[in-house]
């Protein structure tokens, strides 16, 4: 994606990794889908898209349904976006012809966005792309049922990874510092402060756009107050949750238990809520990005504890507002559970989000991530500092996985071959 900043009154264009993946899809006949976050920044890709289709001398029509009038327009019949677009052609009757290309903002305002692109895609078929983004994936989820299979690819837009933080703030040597020292096992990096100091306010102040781009922290502090305030008010609206305060209460809970397992009954009891709620909660912030929920890895029933999740947060600026808490990591008792969210964010990047579990066992014993793809058997510790992984439970792991390699990862480390940003 290209996000625009200000520096020095020049706009400055930065590209997020995924805008190469939308655009090789955007000649597929599959309608591209982009959700995730809101202000992760899916408007401003949305709109450079369209800027270069047309510079490309495409058809190309560019829609928002924040407009009334094109939202009411859109619901009425889906043949009434071509007031506001050009029209394709039908290739029933027409054949094959230009491809009309129409971009349309926010499609989970619409009533049925399932039905409205059901049949746009039927109709138009091969003459018509529609790419489309959604801030909620709760309502993508929900209203975007079996009859789209094979007709669109979703597309996840998250807030920056570390890589793109470097990028936003115009530290393009250091990106290129990341990759030697992820590239070589056996490289000593001598630029460890700057890319410490960057780490530290990632970790701190996160990843959204609009915050990073902030020079000063008081604004930055601002700005994701807003994001907490408004726009997790806005999910919730649009969830049609009746009880604001008490979803509130539960982010702040779960962000106060980042790294935890998550236990639904004592979560129904603290909050004074029935269970079913719970469950509800926890599936709209799932789905409105805000949490992320990860499975436990096992292989031995009766053994491993095998029900509950861990929960993290899927940006840690957004976790740290919730807490109101912008200390210093060193200054901190949360340390290990940022740390653990940062590796997580890492690994799900690197494998996907299914891909990463974690491993803990009835006694006690836990591993913080399991990775098994394929070949790939590999299992992560996060440290802060020289703390040493439980020994117990590395040695209890390692009897049970044999095939696994074990790995502890740590930030400020005295050696920096274990360096978290070795990953």
């Not at 264009?13 to 006949?29: M, N, S, T």
């Not at 008490?246 to 269970?275: P, Y």
Request: hydrophobic share 40%.
């Amino acid at each position: 994606m290209i996000i625009f900043g200000k520096l020095n009154s020049i706009i400055m264009f930065y590209e997020r990794e995924l805008y190469g993946q939308i655009k090789l899809h955007i000649e597929k006949k599959e309608f591209t889908v982009i959700t995730g976050a809101r202000q992760a920044g899916k408007t401003t890709l949305l709109r450079k898209l369209y800027s270069e289709l047309r510079e490309e001398g495409k058809s190309v029509s560019y829609l928002s349904l924040e407009d009334p009038g094109i939202l009411a327009a859109a619901n009425e019949h889906p043949e009434q976006i071509f007031k506001f677009s050009s029209r394709p052609k039908n290739p029933l009757t027409d054949g094959i012809s230009q491809k009309i290309f129409v971009l349309i903002d926010e499609i989970q305002y619409l009533t049925s966005p399932t039905g409205f692109l059901k049949y746009l895609y039927d109709t138009y078929a091969e003459n018509l792309k529609l790419i489309v983004t959604g801030s909620s994936a709760f309502y993508l989820d929900t209203r975007f049922k079996d009859s789209l299979a094979g007709r669109k690819r979703i597309f996840m837009l998250e807030t920056l990874n570390f890589d793109e933080f470097l990028l936003f703030k115009n530290q393009q040597s250091l990106i290129e510092e990341l990759a030697k020292i992820r590239n070589s096992k056996e490289y000593i990096s001598p630029f460890v402060e700057p890319l410490n100091q960057y780490l530290e306010e990632y970790i701190i102040y996160g990843g959204y756009p609009a915050v990073v781009l902030e020079s000063d922290f008081k604004d930055k502090k601002a700005r994701l107050s807003e994001l907490r305030n408004s726009f997790i008010k806005k999910d919730i609206l649009e969830a049609g949750l009746g009880n604001e305060e008490a979803f509130f209460r539960m982010m702040k809970l779960l962000a106060s238990q980042t790294g935890n397992l998550v236990n639904k009954s004592e979560l129904s009891s603290t909050l004074r809520i029935d269970a079913r709620t719970v469950e509800n909660y926890l599936y709209v912030m799932q789905k409105c990005f805000h949490i992320v929920l990860i499975r436990p890895f096992f292989s031995n029933l009766r053994k491993e504890l095998v029900k509950m999740p861990k929960v993290y947060f899927s940006d840690t600026g957004l976790r740290n507002t919730l807490l109101n808490n912008f200390s210093p990591i060193a200054d901190r008792t949360d340390k290990g559970a940022l740390l653990e969210n940062y590796l997580l964010k890492r690994l799900s990047a690197i494998y996907g989000h299914d891909e990463v579990m974690f491993w803990r066992t009835a006694s006690g014993h836990e591993v913080d991530f399991i990775v098994k793809e394929g070949l790939t058997r590999k299992a992560f510790e996060a440290k802060f500092g020289n703390q040493k992984p439980n020994h117990t439970s590395v040695k209890a792991f390692k009897e049970n996985y044999p095939d696994f390699s074990f790995l502890t990862l740590s930030w400020r480390p005295g050696d920096e071959n274990t360096w978290i940003l070795k990953i």
